[in-house]
Every structure is written in structure tokens, then in C-alpha cells.
T-cell receptor
Framework: KAGVTQTPRYLIKTRGQQVTLSCSPI?????VSWYQQTPGQGLQFLFE???????NKGNFPGRFSGRQFSNSRSEMNVSTLELGDSALYLC????????????FGQGTRLTVV | AQKITQTQPGMFVQEKEAVTLDCTYD???????LFWYKQPSSGEMIFLIY??????QNATEGRYSLNFQKARKSANLVISASQLGDSAMYFC???????????FGKGTMLLVSP
């Protein structure tokens, strides 16, 4: 069974640009969450999608957005990039259920210069 | 207040020894789940073990066990017989009733030496 796939693995962007990250969940998983990981702030929740609907959103500015498609694949978009957006962005998928574990992808490392 | 506290920024252990990584949590919910993840330098978060708040027995998965003390709100990870491949960051996380997001601690870096 294939794991969670995130593309691209690495990105370098310039301040002010926008970026789109992609996440393909494990087959059968309809819940997809996104996390930002930085050395200073640690792991912070961005948003969660289930059946194409955003179910939860973390405390991030509106420049961060996402969506989920009918095949459960998800994308997140960051507009008007800032230097502080440099981070590892992790996507996780899980089977619906209160206590099911989340399976993570290898992440997309975004560097904003 | 921090929901998940991992007080050990780094831990050193020799190969084949056991090591305990500490985790305390804060919640007013009666029903919650606690998770441990391992993050090698490659970046991927690898699920290790889960403990539900109503589980009476401590969870075990191979060399990993969770020392769950509900009254103390602690959920320490015990790794028995450490291996060189165990060197990584370890994160404790919690999911509370009514929410589907994971709240993570700051992590503990474990280094296993030969």
C-alpha cells in the first residue's frame, strides 16, 4: 500500500511569490491535514479537509489556503510568500475515526529567499 | 498553557540500553488519545504507538511501550534495547474529543551511540 505522497520535496521561492504544494493520501483515507514545522514554532496545525470540506483551520493568516479534491488529494497554497514561511510542510492522512493514527508524508521543504 | 510538554530537548543512550522519553499533557477532556511519532532526518513523521485515555493497559508495540499515568497526565515512551536506527526526533501528540487535529510537543532528540 503506497504511503502519503507529497510533491515537490523541495522548493525555493522568492518573497512575494505564491506556491502550491500537493498531497496524495493513502488510498481509502478521506481525512487530510496539513502542518507547518519550523525550528522556532515546532509543529503547527494548518488545516484539515474531509470529503472536500475544510473541517478545521489553525491560526494562520489568510495567505494560507487549501482544498481537497473528490479523490481526496489535497493542495495547499501560500500567496505573497514571506521569509518566515520557510518551513517543512507536512501532510497527513487517516481513516475517519476519533482515535485513528495519522500517517505522514515526507514533507515539502520550502525555502523563501 | 502548553498542551503537550516534552522537557528533554536531547537524550543520549548507548546501543542495547532502554531509554524513557518524557511527555506530560494538559486537557480537561475525559476522552482523548495520545500518540508518539518518530521523525528521522529525512523529515517523515513515523507513527509509533497510541494510548487512549480509557485504555486500562499500557500500550506496547514491539520495542516501544507507553508508560501511561493518567492521574499525573503523563505518557512517557519507553524504547527497549535501543538501536542505532532509533536516533531521531521523537514527538508526543494529543488528540482531544471533538477535535480531529493533533497537538504536538516540541520534541526530544534521541542519539544512540555504539
Amino acid at each position: 500500500k503506497a504511503g502519503v505522497t507529497q510533491t515537490p520535496r523541495y522548493l525555493i521561492k522568492t518573497r512575494g511569490q505564491q506556491v502550491t504544494l500537493s498531497c496524495s493520501p493513502i488510498s481509502g483515507h478521506r481525512s487530510v491535514s496539513w502542518y507547518q514545522q519550523t525550528p522556532g514554532q515546532g509543529l503547527q496545525f494548518l488545516f484539515e479537509y474531509f470529503s472536500e470540506t475544510q473541517r478545521n483551520k489553525g491560526n494562520f493568516p489568510g495567505r494560507f489556503s487549501g482544498r481537497q479534491f473528490s479523490n481526496s488529494r489535497s493542495e495547499m497554497n501560500v500567496s505573497t510568500l514571506e521569509l518566515g514561511d520557510s518551513a517543512l510542510y507536512l501532510c497527513a492522512s487517516r481513516i475517519e475515526g476519533a482515535w485513528t493514527e495519522a500517517f505522514f508524508g515526507q514533507g515539502t521543504r520550502l525555502t523563501v529567499v | 498553557a502548553q498542551k503537550i510538554t516534552q522537557t528533554q530537548p536531547g537524550m543520549f543512550v548507548q546501543e542495547k540500553e532502554a531509554v524513557t522519553l518524557d511527555c506530560t499533557y494538559d486537557t480537561s477532556d475525559q476522552s482523548y488519545g495520545l500518540f508518539w511519532y518518530k521523525q528521522p532526518s529525512s523529515g517523515e513523521m513515523i507513527f509509533l504507538i497510541y494510548q487512549g485515555s480509557y485504555d486500562e493497559q499500557n500500550a506496547t508495540e514491539g520495542r516501544y511501550s507507553l508508560n501511561f499515568q493518567k492521574a499525573r497526565k503523563s505518557a512517557n515512551l519507553v524504547i527497549s534495547a535501543s538501536q542505532l536506527g532509533d536516533s531521531a526526533m521523537y514527538f508526543c501528540a494529543m488528540r482531544e474529543t471533538g477535535y480531529s487535529t493533533l497537538t504536538f510537543g516540541k520534541g526530544t532528540m534521541l542519539l544512540v551511540s555504539p
